[in-house]
T-cell receptor
Framework: AQSVTQPDIHITVSEGASLELRCNYS??????LFWYVQSPGQGLQLLLK??????LVQGIKGFEAEFKRSQSSFNLRKPSVHWSDAAEYFC????????????FGSGTQLTVLP | NAGVTQTPKFQVLKTGQSMTLQCAQD?????MYWYRQDPGMGLRLIYY???????DKGEVPNGYNVSRLNKREFSLRLESAAPSQTSVYFC?????????FGPGTRLTVT
């Protein structure tokens, strides 16, 4: 069965600092990987996705993520964090087949200090 | 183009009451999903519908039923609500692999 681990429950960074959120996955085949962001009281918005090809993927809002098969990781990065990036971030792995189910990590809450 | 819509946004139920959460999408997606979100647990899949006319259980289906009314609509029913079903419920849809989410329904069962 597939699974996702986000080891950091809560991260605090200063505005303008760099950010890396960790994600490790377990999946038997080539994974489909996603990062979603959730602002308070809102639904989930897709930041970026990896299906195949270039292991460094670019997303919206200046985020990027790198797929490392050898480490079963898909870490999210941003060079300079803005106060508006404060939110909860979820990593997810998708299954192939007709159901196209997603399995989510437990999330990382990001606080940005002024 | 509204994307995925959910009604209601908030609901308070007493233990034992029933209710139906509604979800609709206007993106012509084949697959639709219901999740619940609880603190520290991410999103857990309750039920999904891979295509119109089919539904299947997800990770946490107990206490819920679903209906895929047509390609656009996918409802979630709680027949006899329990305090353990207090949660935020999200509906999602997809035509490929990335899922698009509704704004959620915050349900409290007292």
């Amino acid at each position: 069965a597939q699974s996702v681990t986000q080891p950091d429950i809560h991260i605090t960074v200063s505005e303008g600092a760099s950010l890396e959120l960790r994600c490790n996955y377990s999946y038997g085949a080539t994974p489909y990987l996603f990062w979603y962001v959730q602002s308070p009281g809102q639904g989930l918005q897709l930041l970026l996705k990896y299906f195949s090809g270039d292991t460094l993927v670019q997303g919206i809002k200046g985020f990027e993520a790198e797929f490392k098969r050898s480490q079963s990781s898909f870490n999210l990065r941003k060079p300079s964090v803005h106060w508006s990036d404060a939110a909860e971030y979820f990593c997810a792995v998708g299954s192939s087949g007709s159901a196209r189910q997603l399995t989510f990590g437990s999330g990382t809450q990001l606080t940005v200090l002024p | 183009n509204a994307g995925v819509t959910q009604t209601p946004k908030f609901q308070v139920l007493k233990t034992g009451q029933s209710m139906t959460l509604q979800c609709a999408q206007d993106m012509n997606h084949n697959s639709m999903y219901w999740y619940r979100q609880d603190p520290g647990m991410g999103l857990r899949l309750i039920y999904y519908s891979a295509s119109e006319g089919t539904t299947d259980k997800g990770e946490v289906p107990n206490g819920y039923n679903v209906s895929r009314l047509n390609k656009r609509e996918f409802s979630l029913r709680l027949e006899s609500a329990a305090p353990s079903q207090t949660s935020v419920y999200f509906c999602a849809s997809t035509a490929g692999y990335e899922q698009y989410f509704g704004p959620g329904t915050r349900l409290t069962v007292t």
